[in-house]
């Protein structure tokens, strides 16, 4: 398997403008998680999935922020419309129902938004 | 106070020495990870416990759940461990992680 995939790599784009990232889970995995991680706050979920649905979204900062995952290998995380502030770098893990089973992190896009 | 709190922030080294990070936690977990990340950003999983000890190579981690406290420890240390390594935990209710701050670790030739 080719772990999980996100694109881009990285973003940068226009205070005002709208950003979409992309992430492809492990085949199999049912759970998928979206993270930010930023110097001042560290990692922080913003938002997970089981089975397709969202579970826990409290860490998604505003309304400018959604997430999908409408099947189970692709989900989306947009930012619309995007702010200096929220740039960082964002990840998605995927990890299988059962407590033996660990989490798989993508590479992360980097987003810059000036 | 942080729900995972991990010490030092900071750690410099020399080749070969023994190192070791701790992390306790003030939650209910099932799990608790040691993750390992690189200048460059990629996070990669080095341990996944729910009791007692794991070996990988020259890394151990062992956990403590009554004292709610785990410790990565890492034999003959080499420049290339140089990484922040990251403690987070599950908590038994969910399945999101939470996380520590955070190590850096400075190995030096």
């Known amino acids: 398997d080719a772990g999980v995939i996100q694109s881009p790599r990285h973003e940068v784009t226009e205070m005002g403008q709208e950003v979409t990232l992309r992430c492809k889970p492990i085949s199999g995995h049912d759970y998928l998680f979206w993270y930010r991680q930023t110097m001042m706050r560290g990692l922080e979920l913003l938002i997970y999935?089981?089975?397709?649905?969202?579970?826990?979204d409290s860490g998604m900062p505003e309304d400018r922020f959604s997430a999908k995952m409408p099947n189970a290998s692709f989900s989306t995380l947009k930012i619309q419309p995007s702010e200096p502030r929220d740039s960082a770098v964002y990840f998605c893990?995927?990890?299988?129902?059962?407590?033996?089973?660990?989490?798989?992190f993508g590479s992360g896009t980097r987003l810059t938004v000036v | 106070k942080n729900e995972v709190e991990q010490s030092p922030q900071n750690l410099t080294a020399q080749e070969g020495e023994f190192i070791t990070i701790n992390c306790s936690y003030s939650v209910g977990i099932s799990a608790l990870h040691w993750l390992q990340q690189h200048p460059g950003g990629g996070i990669v999983s080095l341990f996944m416990?729910?009791?007692g000890k794991k070996k990988h190579g020259r890394l151990i981690a062992t956990i403590n759940i009554q004292e709610k406290h785990s410790s990565l420890h890492i034999t003959a240390s080499h420049p290339r461990d140089s990484a922040v390594y990251i403690c987070a935990v599950k908590e038994t209710s969910g399945s999101r992680l939470t996380f520590g701050e955070g190590t850096q670790l400075t190995v030096n030739p």
């Open positions: 416990l729910s009791s």
């Open positions: 893990a995927s990890s299988r129902t059962g407590v033996s089973y660990g989490y798989t």
């Open positions: 999935f089981n089975n397709n649905v969202p579970i826990d």
